[in-house]
Structure formats: structure tokens, C-alpha cells
């Protein structure tokens, strides 16, 4: 394990962070070659506009090839920090506008790499919200908005299997 001390004054990676059972930690798990490539090959596909560095999807993979160790490195050590976003604002079908936050594709592949792995170990604890034309959000009297169909189950407890 690595004792590299982030900004925080804590281990970016200790003893903690491995999960019992399992040959590597949550952090090491998004960080190995197979899953950056499969966000990769993600970010790649979904192309989307560039972020405020003004790098492009296409650009992305060769200057990954020139700076990921740098960027590994700042992960491992708990120092990389996302860019801004870019604010862009896009044209609303019915008419209007609406603000959009572009995150650098950088960032994206990052952000996918982590939703490959954390995804499948939290998606088993929420269940579909189904959305019928009888349970539509439904405002209360207090104002706030509520969608009747949306239940999320606790973890099961130690020792307990789901």
C-alpha cells in the first residue's frame, strides 16, 4: 500500500480503503489499465464538447498517453483537482434556454472510470423508480416534490445476506 500523504494530512490510500476479500482497493480497482481503458473507449464515444483546457475527445487519448503518469501520480497522492467547467447554454426544445456545466474530458474520463466501479456496488441497494402516469412527482402541501414510487432499502446488516 502506498503512504503517500494527501493534502488533507491522511493516507490517500491505506489499509482502510481495502475492502475484505477482495485482491485490490476501490481506488486501485478505478485506477487499473482495463477500467481507464473501458472509460476511455466510454468518453470517446460520447464525444461532447470540450471543457474550459479546450481539449477534445479526440485529443484525449493521445495526450493520456503522454501525461497519465502524472496523472496517476496526483490521484495516488490525493492532489489531483478537477478544472472549472465550462458554462455553455443550450437552446430548449419548447422554447427557452438552459445552462450546462461541461466538465473537461479529463475529468470525464475520471468521473466514468469511478461510476464503473462504485455503480455496481451501490446500484443493488436502490430500487427502480418507476414513474406511471398515476404516480408522476406529486407536489405537497408544504410545496416540495415528492415521487411516491422511489424506495431506497438500508444495507443489510453484518452478517445478514440480501
Request: aromatic content about 6%; charged content about 20%.
Amino acid at each position: 500500500m502506498s503512504t503517500t500523504v494527501e493534502r488533507s494530512g491522511g493516507s490517500a490510500l491505506s489499509e482502510e480503503d481495502v475492502i475484505p476479500g477482495l485482491e485490490t482497493s476501490v481506488c486501485e480497482e478505478f485506477l487499473s489499465p482495463a477500467n481507464v481503458g473501458r472509460a476511455l473507449r466510454r468518453v470517446e464515444a460520447n464525444r461532447g464538447a470540450p471543457g474550459v483546457d479546450g481539449m477534445t475527445t479526440r485529443e484525449l487519448r493521445p495526450w493520456i498517453r503522454e501525461h497519465w503518469a502524472g496523472v496517476r501520480e496526483a490521484l495516488d497522492a490525493g492532489t489531483y483537482r478537477p478544472l472549472p467547467v465550462r458554462r455553455a447554454v443550450i437552446p430548449r426544445p419548447g422554447g427557452g434556454e438552459r445552462a450546462l456545466g461541461v466538465p473537461s474530458v479529463l475529468d470525464r474520463l475520471i468521473q466514468q472510470a469511478i461510476a464503473q466501479v462504485l455503480a455496481p456496488i451501490f446500484d443493488p441497494y436502490f430500487s427502480p423508480a418507476v414513474v406511471t402516469p398515476a404516480s408522476r412527482w406529486h407536489s405537497t402541501a408544504s410545496g416540495s416534490f415528492t415521487d411516491t414510487d422511489y424506495h431506497v432499502p438500508s444495507p443489510p446488516k453484518a452478517g445478514q445476506s440480501q
